[in-house]
């Protein structure tokens, strides 16, 4: 199977190179960093690891970042059975091929994401969390986790994958200005079945640790509420964009 991996990216320089390194074992056929105007050096550092890096584009938001990837990939990797779209702060397991393999195995299935989890560890010079926050990491986890099994809806630091078919038929990556990562699940669900692997992939927790665990869950399903309500409250996404905003004003993912 071929397989291409997108990665959107806003000031990634503690992470891309790591977060790039750890796709090795599985041997993915292309790499594509779509970066939103980085001040930092982000581009250049995935270039040192040989990714192929979109910049300058204009690019406004994840949603487009993603879907600008998809765009390379589907030119860049013809005849690609598979495109995977992984956040900037998110490591890859080890078997993340196989574990794509699998899922799409049945051509049933349209898409899947994997089982998440946070990481403990780091990058240099940040200060590892508390035990009580840990145990509210786990915490959030377990909600999360109930959350997509009930639902079938997953959230885009669990490395959503998707046929590329499927997300042409789908109309694309959706251009949202915020949840596009469940707008495209129920696109993708009106086309087939979604499944969650169990192979578990390390996200950061970086903005629950900076804004408070708890405080920053609630957060979270107060956007996805009112979300799927139909409702888009700009006061919510500017405060969910935040921090890259006071990096990056011009381009919040």
């Known amino acids: 199977m071929r397989i291409a991996v997108v990665i959107p990216t806003l000031n990634e320089s503690a992470n891309i190179a790591e977060v790039i390194r750890s796709l090795a074992p599985g041997e993915p056929d292309l790499v594509v960093v779509a970066d939103c105007d980085s ?14 890096v979109i910049t300058n584009a204009g690019l406004r938001g994840r949603g ?11 030119s860049h990797l013809p005849g690609a059975e598979a495109i995977w779209f992984l956040h900037g702060d998110t490591l890859a397991p080890a078997d993340w091929r ?43 986890i377990f909600c999360n986790r109930t959350r997509y099994r009930i639902t079938g809806i997953y959230f885009g630091d669990q ?22 990562d469940i707008d495209l699940c129920l696109a993708l669900k009106r086309l087939g079945k979604l499944r969650v692997s ?6 950061s927790p970086r903005r629950f640790l900076k804004h408070g665990v708890i405080r920053q869950l609630l957060h979270d399903w107060l956007l996805l509420t009112t979300h799927r309500l139909g409702l888009r409250p700009s006061s ?11 990096q990056n004003a011009a381009s919040p993912v």
């Open 39 to 52: 001040v930092d050096d982000t581009a250049d550092l995935a270039r040192a690891e040989r990714a192929h």
């Open 64 to 74: 487009a970042a993603l879907q600008a990837g998809a765009t390379f990939a589907a």
């Open 98 to 140: 196989r574990a794509i393999e699998a899922v799409l195995a049945d051509s049933a299935v349209v898409g899947g994401a994997f089982t998440q989890r946070f990481s403990f560890t780091p990058p240099p010079g940040e200060t590892p969390p508390s035990w009580v926050q840990r145990r509210l990491l786990r915490f959030v």
């Open 159 to 180: 490395g959503i994958f998707v046929r590329p078919d499927a997300l042409a038929n789908a109309g694309g990556v959706p251009q949202s200005p915020l949840m596009e």
């Open 198 to 203: 169990p192979v578990k992939l390390s996200t």
């Open 236 to 246: 919510l996404y500017a405060k969910y964009n935040a921090d890259n905003e006071k």
